[in-house]
């Protein structure tokens, strides 16, 4: 049952007066009664802990800038890379994803066939074999295609470790991104895409207009957490030759002989990244959910 306050402002509004009082007490109380609105809700409590982690870091790095200030002056260059990779490779991964879930229920039986098996093969490959084949075995592959061809650009490749590292990221994290699109699709009502189409839409039109955008919101949660995955993978890439975090902090060990003080570092900086992706994500699912 609606409290007083519900009332209070009913009563304004019916009566042909404002329905905020003047009273900014009365006005606080009344919005916090609101759903979503609450001060709780719009002030997330962990974010206290990125801050924490945040402190710990500058703390080690003032207060004992040797070595800790060198290991991180050290690793920036990496830190970069490894957000960039990651960026980059979401980006390309929501577009496979989105293709591949699309296939996935297509009508198509070819079309259909095609999306299950990339997402059931790639799935069933670790990442790490899988950016190793990329690295090593991908510029053979094209360097021989291109000799059979007679395709001088292709007989001549020459790899690029980040270009071959984000491929494959994409294409790992594509055929899992492709899972969790379908399931949001098809967890829509199938009365969206009739009545779509009783109003003179075309199934893509439907697809682009009312089914995704309502997909989309399912999938926020699964899809923010394998941007989170994706963070932490990418250190995987530090095997097949790409400088970034992991990797650096390797080199600075190796040169140095100091691990903790080196994987403190590392840690903390790929924990604030998490955390700080972690609370951006859950940002956006509460205003996604305000605004339903």
Known sequence: MPDKGFFKIFNRTSSGKSGIPPDDDTVRKDIARVPGAEVSARLDAWWWLVVAVAVILILLVVLKSDPYWDILYFVRDGLAVTVLLTVVSFFFTLIVGLIGGLGRIAKNPVIRLIATLYVEIVRGIPLLVQLIWWYFAAPVVIKTIGTFLHISALANYQSNAIFLAIVGLVICYGAYMAEIIRAGIQSVNKGQMEAARSLGMTYIQAMRHVIVPQALRVVLPPVGNEFIMLIKDTSLVSAVAVADLTRRGREFMAAHFNPIEVWTIVALLYLILTLF????????????????
């Open 277 to 292: 992706s972690a609370r951006f994500i859950a940002w956006l699912e509460n205003r996604r959910r305000f605004e339903r």
